[in-house]
Structure formats: structure tokens, C-alpha cells
């Protein structure tokens, strides 16, 4: 009788114990399929652009200097046939107007390069850069009057807001000339002192290039 009863004792633990187990399983289970999202979608990186005019119809080159194509812009002055009796000096100008996104820096420098003054007349020819400003901080002088064979040290420019500033806003418009996100520069190309009594200047000329960079501010 008491084995009959232990045996029976053990399907009911058996039993019991498959129930319990297949409980839990489901109950863990049941637990496991709870879920809750929120997802924060389409993050993305975009890069301003870097880009401005050189008067009208010239636009800028990205990450080289240019020799050529977009970028290499004509001439501001071309003045031939120089007559030392007569010849006071030539000017011309350019406008620089920040057309990219970003707000940036802008520097004037010769030296360099196609940059650098050649030809035996440059010792007898001066060049002077002056922008629309006024008053300080740039009394409007980027370069005094300088012969060709001298230093021209770069200059950081300055925009023509109504409070000239170093760095200049995007978004200004290609061929502008004033404004916060412009400045125009009067180039002028003058005798020096010895060019009317320099006899060897004759038939000789002078060549010179002006370099505008624009960096990210």
C-alpha cells in the first residue's frame, strides 16, 4: 500500500512540477514580449559652402590657387604705349562680395608665384590698394603707395558694414560692392620718382598679380 501510494505521490509532484515549470516558462515568456520604442530619425551633417565673387563674372576656385578657369580673373589694369611725360597713373577696381553660406575671413597678399611682380620697370612703378571705408579701424588703406620691387605684406580686409569688420557674413550677392558681406578695392598704378628720367625703362614693363583668399571664420 505504501509503495502504491508513493508512486502515486510522485506522478502528482511530477505533475505538479511540469505545471509549475510550464507557468513560469510562459510567464517569463509573457514579460520577454513586453517592448516600448521611440527613435529619434534622420540626424544628419550638412557643410556650408565656401565661395565668393571677384567682381560680376569671376567666381572663386575651392582649394587651389588658380592658373587658370574658374577663379583666374582678368586683369584690373592694362595700360600700354606709357608715355613718362604724360602718364600719371592708371586705377581700376574690384569688388569682393562673400557669396557662400559661411561667414569668413578675407586676405589681399602678392609675392608669390603668377603673384609676383616681374619685369625691370616694376622699380619704377608704385601700387597702391584702398577699399570704401572711411574711418577706423582701416581708414580705407589696405596698401600705400609702394613700388612693385617692395614688400606688400598681406593684409587681412575688411567689409564695408557701417562698422567695418574682419569677418565677413554669408550670403552677400556675386558683382556687389558694399555692405556687410562686400567691399569694393581701388587699385591704382602710378610713376614712381625715378620712372621719367629713367631712360633704361623704355620698351621694358611690369607685370604683377593681386591674390584674394577666403578662409572659413
Known sequence: MEHRKSKRSLRVALV???????????GWGGLAAWAAYTENAG??????????????????SLGVIPTSGTGFCSATITVSNVDPATWTGTTGTIKIAN?????????LSMGTALQAPTGSLCADVTLAVTDLNTGSPDNGTVWTATALTGTFTAKSLYTNGSTPSTTWP?????????GTSADTYTVTVAPGGGFAGDY???????????LFTQTAA
Do not use: Y
Open 16 to 26: 505538479l512540477g511540469t505545471a509549475v515549470a510550464g507557468t513560469a516558462l510562459v
Open 200 to 210: 633704361a625703362d623704355q620698351g621694358t614693363s611690369c607685370t604683377f598679380g593681386l
Open 99 to 107: 557669396t557662400g553660406s559661411l561667414s569668413s575671413t578675407f586676405q
Open 43 to 60: 540626424n544628419s551633417v550638412a557643410a556650408g559652402t565656401l565661395a565668393h565673387s571677384n567682381g560680376s563674372s569671376c567666381v572663386s
Open 170 to 178: 554669408g550670403g552677400g550677392t556675386v558683382g556687389a560692392g558694399t
